[in-house]
């Protein structure tokens, strides 16, 4: 797991910008006629438009894309009441989680009110800002009658996540461990240890599910929550039985399934033998469960467990839900949040568990099969099917249900809509990183003095993306770490000029020598080159005591990349090797290349470039659609040398790799605009496709393509990712930040465990 200390964490928050959100326009503001627009005097005529109709909010305002989320503090996370102001960056994880992971804009408001009644009319008067509420650490009890109240009093979407998220998650988990373990859910006996707002309402959506309730029993601190019991609460009273039982380990005797909403290391392996045969055991205290993972496995063999932890299967995880919920619920205006809505999401994440997962994600398991079964009973909390099943399942129960105030007529248009209103948004870095941190490979950094490079490996060791290697003055380093109060624990540091390394200086020479005797190189020369780390670092992935290497640019003073080359080779079939960009925008994600390696590119050179480009885009999930890039349109200039060599490169392309998508030579505009690229040249082949791969006629210009759209924030901008060469090196710049060597680390772990290359 992840070790996230205090320095990292408030850095974190910290550098830059403080906070984690921020209010970005979304209209033209530039000129004196925006702003006149934007305010007085042309704002009011939307005002006067929703005065006459309310509904008209949704056109007019970002209403139907914004969600409150709220707090008074007094339940945050597993600190308790620690008040509003404490809560704040809690409540402004959850804006930028709505934001990631379903494109929903969401204020977070702190509220310092405990008494219910005035915490519910405060929330009550500021509602018409908001599309949907989602309530967050309130304290139980006050939090079933805050929710039940604004529900029944408010017009809008109402939600308090820590019930009803867990509740729907687990859910569906429980849907499909049932089904895995051939039960019936209206047949299983289901003990729940723990009483607070998670649990109640988990317990209430299982009945919903199909439990029978007189097949429940509740637990608290005090045991099995009877109905002779004194000073229930109407919550507890609610599942109070009367059964002559009064401990969980009683209770747990012959149970089909366990639900842990509680405290950790009160269930012992012994009160899991004695559950029925194929047992479900959803532990999901955090941040240490009831029972260890490992004791639960070991306990029997026929057990499902899951967890509200990222380091083992079956997490239970609320972004798998409440994002998505939402998006649906606003999408389609409704009033609220039902349970025919909260059952339809579900039975989405339970039917997506059961489909095959995309193939970047079996590939990073290597010979480990992802699919349907006891470690795979939810979808990854990364999966970017989320969006597109649960939030339509969502709208079309709502509409069902009569909750909507819109109506989605045709829901293919509104799931193409959910993927391009989303582009990226940094998806595809979070995919690779959570793959690459499945199977950390060994990764060497030949400028391990580098502050960044230093910093770099800190956060990827603590992320466990992969083990970082830092060549370098040991003595250096260490200052660097203490400088930022952390320590290098889970990095390497290896001195190549210290004595300790003599031995591997002289192996690595002997085998440089060997590789490279007929080109003229002697052993005392091949000894001279292991004293300079970018050598060493080069050597140590030949002879295979690493997995990847992080160098420097390619540039006239830095011939790294034509070493790594004549080292570690080209791969076959391929005369020359390139990097590509791969840049994020808000219309989505883009791949350009070549960014770094060749300076001039002639014939040959483009097609071997757009050939590694369109593996290494299919590698990235995207199905390829290139364009060959010059400042001519299919002949318009063919008397010119540039357009020729690219009007070549493509005939040769269609010839020899039809399976390859791609035509030119155009210019960029003619490659972005669909519809004016298919109605000026009806003949292209890409007709009807969206452009996502830019090959450019020069290095100067792809260069410069991608610097400008990072100068101008245009979107995240990834690499230059190394495509070509055997073995994963890539290359990081010198003003490279410390999230980009976090970028490019990440992807050449995930490089080493399931090669560009293949």
Known sequence: MSKITEKLALEYHEEGRPGKIEVVPTKPYRSQHDLSLAYSPGVAYPCLEIEKNPADAYRYTDKGNLIGVISNG????????????????????????????????????????????????????????????????????ECFEVERRLKEECSIPVMHDDQHGTAIISGAGLLNALEIQNKRIGDIRLVVNGAGAAAISCTRLYISL???????????????????????????????????????????????????????????????????????????????PEISYEAAMDSRDDIIMATGRSDYPNQINNVIGFPYIFRGALDCQATGINDTMKIAAVHAIA?????????????????????????????????????????????????????????????????????????????????????????PKRVVFSDGNDTNVVKAAIRLAHDGICVPVLLGNPEKIHSLAKSMKTDLAGIEIIDVRSDKCADTRKRYAGLLAEMKGREGMTLDE????????????????????????????????????????????????FGHFATMHIVNTARGTFFLADTSINPVADCSTLVDIARLTDRAVRFFGHEPVTAMLSYSNFGSNSDEEEPRRCSEAVKILHESHPEILVDGEMQVNFALDTQLRDSTYPFNKLKGKDVNTLIFPTLG??????????????????????????????????????????????????????????
């Open 74 to 141: 007094t339940a945050v996370l597993g600190l308790g009441d620690i008040g509003p102001l404490a809560g704040k960056p809690v409540m402004e994880g959850k804006a930028l989680l709505f934001k990631v992971f379903a494109g929903l804009d969401a204020f977070d408001i702190e509220i310092d009110e405990k008494d219910p009644d005035k915490l519910v009319e405060i929330i009550k008067s500021i509602s018409p800002t908001f599309g949907g509420i989602n309530l967050e650490d309130i304290k139980a009890p």
């Open 526 to 573: 091949a000894k001279e080159k292991l004293w300079n780390r970018s050598w060493f670092g080069i050597m140590m992935l030949a002879a295979s005591d690493a997995d990847a290497l992080i160098e420097g640019t390619y540039s006239a003073a830095n011939k790294s990349a034509s070493v790594a080359a004549d080292i570690i080779g080209i791969r076959e079939g």
């Open 351 to 439: 039917d997506l568990a059961k489909e095959p997962v995309p193939s970047i994600v079996d590939d990073a398991y290597g010979d480990v099969s992802i699919s349907f079964g006891r470690d795979y009973i939810l979808p990854k909390a990364l999966d970017p099917r989320l969006l597109t099943r649960v939030a339509p399942a969502v709208a079309k129960a709502a509409m069902e249900s009569g909750t909507a105030r819109r109506q989605i007529e045709d829901f293919d248009s509104y799931r193409e809509h959910l993927s391009k209103l989303m582009g990226d948004r940094g998806q595809l870095m979070r995919h690779i990183s959570e793959l690459a941190s499945r199977n």
């Open 701 to 758: 210009a792809a260069n410069s393509a991608y610097r400008i759209l990072l100068a101008m924030g245009a979107g995240d901008v990834i690499g230059p990712i190394q495509m070509g060469l055997k073995k994963p090196v890539h290359f990081i710049h010198r003003n490279s930040s410390v999230h980009d060597i976090v970028n490019l680390a990440t992807i050449a772990s995930l490089d080493a465990a399931c090669p560009i290359r293949k």
């Open 210 to 288: 199909g439990v029978n309730p007189a097949n429940i029993v509740m637990c608290d601190s005090n045991g099995v929550i009877r109905t002779d019991r004194e000073h229930l609460s109407p919550q507890k009273q609610e599942f109070a039985t009367s059964r002559d039982i009064h401990t969980l380990a009683e209770a747990m005797k012959d149970a089909d399934a366990f639900l842990g909403l509680s405290v950790a290391d009160v269930v012992t392996p012994d009160m899991l033998k004695s559950m029925a045969p194929k047992p479900i055991v959803f532990a999901l205290a955090n941040p240490q």
